[in-house]
């Protein structure tokens, strides 16, 4: 079994998606990554004996083969792939009283984090199709001066990734400690919480090049005092792209962050979207041969083997948009499907639609 490229998972997940059952009886298995293959096993083995209580005849035998077929699948696997698995089984037959029972194993490009079972009328893809959305990730802090939660958001998903705990002792005071004794402790002790987060989010954010940002929320002078007291890494720092007040410091605190920041992501994407056309712009102007927009022009580019970004717009035609994605994943090109919601982005679309960065003249 190999890991399906994304172009291939966007496929599958399209014919997947074209199938509805008569009943429940399409079934869905999310494996997670690291999670026992033997398990599920077992569990589908149990949920095979449930639905021998089905009444319907036609629905029991749809339900119990589907099973049935991913259970021998799962008997092959030694142990869960790398990123997880998915499986799909069911009778897709269109002709009533006829059986066409298929089955689908997935190997995804990204690692699934979700384990699921779900016997419906339709198959459960939405955790595939976050995947394909998850172009970048952001780096998530929420924190006080009694915890702190590190995660990451990648497409729609929050990760809760660290927990810390500063130890920090509470307004009271022990015994014939002084006011002023105690508040020097306990700011020795911030001090100390903050550089063990900064090292922690170095720890987990510096190497990462997907990471387009980090968002930060806490109490207003906490966040405020860790941000501005030079704690993180210079390259994290810059990566700060929203600081938003909040009051939990704990796992609800990251959803809660990624709530109030929608704006501020939604903002960052058209900022990309703008550099980028302003690039592919000012390239044509400036170095005409190494930027093309004419169909046969990016076409010819990516026989080539020219092009290092393809540039889309997403209104032109879906089948075209795959097309020339396939194309340019064939020779490692880098994809980026852009709107219309700026200036630039409108202009690119009534230009052609397509355009390409080269590596190189032709």
Not at 127 to 148: F, H, N, S, T, W
Not at 357 to 362: C, D, G, N, S, V
Request: proline fraction near 3%; hydrophobic fraction near 35%.
């Amino acid at each position: 079994m190999t890991i399906m490229s994304k172009n291939e998972l966007e496929e599958t997940l399209e014919l997947l998606g074209s199938f509805k059952g008569r009943h429940t009886e399409l079934i869905s298995v999310y494996i997670s990554e690291g999670y026992d293959v033997v398990s599920v096993q077992k569990q589908l083995e149990a949920e095979k004996s449930t639905a021998k209580n089905i009444k319907s005849t036609a629905t029991r035998n749809n339900v119990t083969n589907a099973l049935d077929k991913i259970i021998r699948t799962l008997k092959t696997f030694k142990k869960t792939p790398e990123n997880g698995m998915a499986l799909f089984s069911g009778n897709v037959s269109k002709t009533e009283g006829q059986e066409d029972l298929q089955i689908w194993i997935i190997e995804p490009p990204l690692p699934i984090k979700t384990r699921l079972y779900r016997c419906d009328k339709e198959f459960v893809l939405e955790p595939l199709q976050e995947l394909l959305e998850a172009k970048e990730i952001y780096g998530l802090l929420v924190m006080d001066r009694k915890e702190a939660t590190i995660g990451i958001l990648e497409g729609k998903r929050i990760e809760t990734v660290q927990k810390m705990t500063s130890g920090i002792p509470s307004k009271v005071r022990a015994g014939g400690q002084s006011s002023q004794r105690f508040h020097r402790i306990t700011e020795g002790l911030t001090r100390d919480f903050y550089k063990r987060i900064a090292e922690e989010m170095k720890k987990i954010f510096y190497e990462n090049p997907k990471l387009s940002g980090i968002l930060v929320g806490g109490p207003i002078p906490t966040k405020d005092e860790f941000l501005d007291g030079d704690y993180l890494a210079t390259k994290l720092q810059e990566k700060v792209v929203g600081r938003v007040d909040i009051g939990d410091a704990d796992e609800s605190g990251l959803s809660d962050l990624v709530e109030k920041s929608r704006d501020i992501l939604a903002n960052q994407e058209i900022v990309y979207e703008k550099k980028l056309l302003e690039k592919f712009f000012e390239t044509l102007g400036e170095k005409p041969g190494f930027a093309v927009y004419k169909e046969e022009d990016v076409r010819k580019s990516l026989e080539y083997g020219a092009v290092e970004t393809l540039i889309l717009s997403s209104k032109i035609d879906k089948s075209l948009i795959k097309e020339l994605k396939e194309k340019a994943e064939g020779i490692s090109a880098k994809v980026e499907i852009v709107s219309t919601e700026t200036t630039e982005g409108e202009q690119f679309k009534k230009l052609s639609g397509i355009g390409a960065l080269l590596r190189f003249r032709i």
